[in-house]
């Protein structure tokens, strides 16, 4: 990782954790990334410029429809993703969370590519759990505070990929 990246992520990174950014981040970075998407064509994401981001694109738990969700994630060394239902510290999941759980054949896109992809919760085996939250505390210092400010343990998934689309 750069110095530069290393830098811009360490002064950014404290202001992700701010009451301000928790209370605005939920309506402002879904939009914003949905704009960036649709002008790029999905290779670029808003939460891309910090951090590796992709889309999720998952069937709806209760409605059966397609959703797409923009989120951070971090790689794992094996050749998976890791993804945190933070929720930007709320209470409750994620709706991405939920439909995983019901459907968890999904795919996603990285930089304009899309994948076929298989999400198991890792949350389930603590020292997986733990492991897992140390790979991305490393990415992101101070992410795991999400959890502990939303009051509720988070779900944690790895996204194994299958093949490419």
């Not at 304009?112 to 210092?141: N, S």
């Amino acid at each position: 990782m750069s110095r530069v990246v290393r830098l811009v992520r360490s002064a950014i990174a404290p202001l992700s954790r701010t009451r301000t950014f928790r209370r605005f981040g939920p309506r402002v970075m879904p939009v914003a990334e949905r704009a960036l998407r649709r002008l790029t064509g999905g290779r670029v994401q808003v939460s891309g410029l910090l951090v590796p981001s992709l889309t999720l694109h998952a069937v709806g738990a209760r409605t059966g429809e397609p959703r797409a969700s923009e989120l951070m994630y971090t790689p794992d060394g094996h050749g998976s993703a890791i993804v945190a239902g933070s929720n930007f510290a709320r209470g409750r999941h994620p709706a991405w969370t939920h439909n995983l759980l019901e459907h968890p054949d999904a795919e996603i896109t990285v930089r304009g590519r899309r994948y076929a992809v298989v999400a198991t919760r890792i949350d389930t085996d603590p020292a997986a759990r733990e492991d897992a939250w140390e790979t991305i505390q490393r990415q992101w210092p101070g992410y795991r505070a999400y959890e502990r400010e939303s009051g509720r343990q988070v779900r944690l998934f790895r996204l194994r990929l299958v093949r490419e689309l």
